[in-house]
């Protein structure tokens, strides 16, 4: 596909779905936007788009379509994105998959789900998935009314990786002409990894467990919340990971760099290479609140696809990973749940017996069939 | 043989309640301690000045830092002192030991006389000993100053085994003048499995960690940090402990059974099987704060000296304490101690080996063998 980009399908119309219709909407791409839940449209519908606050100016973009029809949004598009939680990408890529053509790029934001997509896409019967994505959602954003989005800061650093691996540098071409900021990595291996949330909200959230219900999270979750001894579980999650990464041969950096680099934290914070000084040292989260309550999603988004990816990871590779299992534990006892049954493990990606090269070899080079 | 003399090991809250309560009810206290800036203002006051339950000050006949000038002539030692400190103790006791020298060890949480004969055994003591435990701390007592303490109560219903468990009777005929609240339990495996603190402490600090670090403690610990998820977990850390327990045939109650026996909550919130209820309705813990930082006993002890020996007995039992092996880890990286390495073990309790049908002997002799 030669022709640059110019008709985005956006999936999802919460905050990160709403604050890209916005952003490239006033970049002067043609945007249309799908959801299932029409009350989360409505709004949006009666007044034709989105009002938005952000970095680049308070004002309305119009979104020229916004529907319920999967089908319809994607007419035409050059690039369907996918903005939404991990949980939900079994249901957007199912509701895509019928519609997608040879020539649009499929691309997720985040993604981090690893082989589940193009699981999914075969089940759908496209034998040849191609798809890319990015390992953190581009906008720190909050929906601040039904038909406004508020846009904190634009990221400028986001890693990103095709499936497979030998589409990267040419997806990436593409994907950079609408943000400038995607750098290129090998696979999706690469974007599972620099997954900051999936590192640090299931012990921070865990250690200050309860806080947060005696609270009801009435306190900074960051600046209050993760002190030394957070940090130190924080850092010892952080170690498992990068050795997970290191045996698959992956190439990913330290959390605190990873910080660092998307601007969160200063460069004195960086040099100690502690998550105890990252966080602490973080201008743009240090007023954050702590969640309400446990049932959220530091807890049951970043421990089934976050925390348990790694630990499948480190099975397949051969990699102890007490300290993430032991997180993963807990914080099912915490909340009731079996999240090694709910969460998603290689068998649920179809792969449950996969040796680690035939593993590394579909990552590079896709189904051949 | 009646006790007239007892050599204190330990001049903390217990070692100091415990010089005032048997000083002032006649028997000779011989009083240690490692290190003298302990025993100086004691010396200096002439002695322990008590309030609560006794009131005055009382003499002690001898406040030494030479173990061997203690335990001359004493007719019971009595070790109380922090769980950490059962092995240094064992180790300046061994060359004085003898197999009518009793022992007893107050607390012994979870293995402590174990432990101690282990200790006794790797420093050369092969002779029989003769030891007994108490689950807790006799006292529910604080320190006031330097040579002043507080007694508030005594423990009621205390249980009290004897290691090894055919010493019962002689061991009880000689504390329980001293003690009359013990109620003996069939052998230290009873009173290790029946220690409360190891259920709930570790969870707490645990899951208040951030709060305890950036607060230094600064809130009610069982009323508002024994939450329904913390409870959750105190309550998956209490089966694990009973599954352990059964499969060995060691008898032991539910924490919250023992929570009630204790005078800590209301038969309602016990019967509702809800730890974290049962905290926020415990009138004694109602106003007890967090401790100030995680430096603190409630993980070295309760963790090393309590989850460890439960997840060991788990090992020996082939049942498995997810929850119990995940507290001891996480407790682990955020203190940086490696606490199934360095707290008590199976090797440490001199137990490596045994068969899990030859733990009852193994209780009641003191030896595995034949």
């Not at chain 1, 957070?230 to 290191?246: N, Q, S, T, Y």
């Not at chain 2, 200096?44 to 002539?73: C, K, M, S």
């Not at chain 2, 100053?145 to 000689?174: C, H, Q, T």
Request: negative net charge; aromatic residues 8%; charged residues 20%.
């Amino acid at each position: 596909m030669a022709e640059p980009i110019r008709r985005i399908a956006i999936f999802g119309a919460g905050a990160g779905g709403t604050a890209a219709a916005a952003h490239l909407s006033t970049l002067g791409f043609a945007i249309s936007l799908y959801s299932e839940d029409g009350a989360a449209l409505e709004p949006l519908s009666a007044i034709g788009g989105i009002r938005y606050t952000a970095p680049f100016g308070d004002g309305f973009a119009a979104i020229g379509c916004i529907t319920g029809d999967a089908g319809e949004a994607m007419h035409g598009a050059d690039l369907v994105m996918i903005v939404s939680p991990a949980h939900l990408h079994e249901k957007w890529v199912s509701a895509a998959a019928p519609h997608l053509g040879a020539e649009q790029v499929l691309l997720i934001s985040p993604g981090h789900t690893l082989l589940l997509i193009p699981h999914v896409l075969r089940e759908h019967g496209v034998r040849r998935p191609v798809f890319c994505e990015t390992a953190t959602l581009p906008y720190l954003c909050r929906r601040i009314e039904p038909d406004k989005v508020r846009i904190s800061r634009v990221s400028d650093y986001m890693v990103f990786g095709a499936f497979p691996g030998r589409e990267t540098a040419r997806l990436h071409r593409l994907v950079a002409t609408v943000y400038p900021s995607v750098q290129p990595f090998a696979n999706v291996l690469e974007t599972v990894f620099p997954y900051g949330n999936a590192i640090h909200h299931p012990p921070a959230t865990l250690l200050n467990a309860g806080r947060i219900e005696a609270t009801g999270g009435d306190f900074r979750h960051y600046y209050d919340g993760i002190t030394p001894a957070v940090g130190r579980l924080i850092d010892a999650v952080d170690r498992e990971r990068l050795a997970v990464a290191a045996a698959l041969g992956a190439r990913t950096m330290p959390f605190v760099e990873l910080f660092w680099r998307m601007g969160y934290t200063t460069d004195a914070a960086y040099a100690t290479g502690l998550a105890y000084e990252a966080f602490h040292q973080s201008e743009p989260d240090k007023w954050i609140m702590a969640p309400k309550s446990l049932d959220h999603r530091y807890l049951l988004e970043d421990v089934p696809y976050g925390h348990l990816i790694y630990s499948e990871l480190g099975r397949l590779a051969g990699v102890a990973t007490p300290t993430i299992d032991h997180v993963i534990h807990l914080a099912g006892v915490v909340l009731g749940r079996d999240f090694r049954a709910e969460g998603l493990t290689l068998a649920r990606m179809g792969f449950g017996d996969i040796t680690r090269a035939a593993f590394l070899g579909l990552l590079e080079d896709g189904f051949d069939e | 043989m009646t006790v007239r003399s007892v050599a204190v090991l330990g001049a903390g809250h217990g070692g100091l309640a415990a010089a005032a309560d048997l000083g002032q009810r006649g028997y000779e206290v011989r009083l240690h301690a490692r290190r003298e800036e302990a025993l100086e203002p004691l010396r200096q006051a002439g002695g322990v000045t008590v309030e609560g339950a006794r009131r005055g000050l009382v003499p002690v006949a001898l406040a030494t830092t030479e173990i061997d000038r203690a335990v001359d002539g004493a007719d019971l030692v009595m070790l109380v002192v922090p769980s950490l400190a059962h092995r240094y103790c064992a180790k300046v006791l061994a060359p004085l030991m003898r197999p009518d020298l009793p022992v007893l060890i107050n607390p012994g949480h979870t293995g402590g006389a174990l432990g101690f004969v282990q200790g006794l055994r790797e420093c050369g003591y092969d002779g029989p000993a003769m030891t007994a435990e108490t689950v807790t701390l006799s006292y529910i007592c604080r320190k006031t100053g330097p040579a002043g303490v507080a007694i508030f109560s005594y423990v009621k219903n205390l249980k009290f085994a004897a290691f090894p468990a055919r010493m019962s009777r002689d061991m009880l005929e000689l504390v329980r003048p001293i003690y009359p609240e013990i109620v003996p339990a069939g052998s230290v495996l009873e009173t290790g499995f029946a220690n409360i603190n190891a259920v709930f402490h570790p969870p707490g600090m645990l899951m208040n960690a951030g709060w305890i670090e950036d607060t230094a403690g600064d809130f009610p610990f069982y009323r508002e940090g024994i939450t329904p998820a913390v409870g959750r977990v105190a309550g998956e850390v209490d089966r694990e402990r009973l599954a352990v327990a059964r499969a060995l045939d060691v008898p032991s109650a539910p924490f919250l059974e023992n929570f009630l026996a204790a005078g800590l909550t209301t038969p309602a919130a016990a019967r509702s099987g809800d730890i974290s209820l049962a905290c926020r309705q415990s009138e004694p813990n109602r106003t007890i704060k967090a401790p100030p930082r995680l430096d603190h006993r409630y993980m070295h002890e309760d963790v090393g000296y309590g989850l460890v020996p439960f997840a060991a007995f788990g090992d020996l039992a082939g049942v498995a304490t997810p929850t119990i092996d995940a507290i001891v880890h996480l407790a682990s990286e955020i203190m940086g101690i490696d606490f199934a390495r360095d707290g008590l073990t199976l090797e440490r309790m001199g137990l490596a080996g045994l068969a899990p049908g030859a733990l009852a002997r193994f209780a009641l002799e003191g030896t595995a063998d034949g």
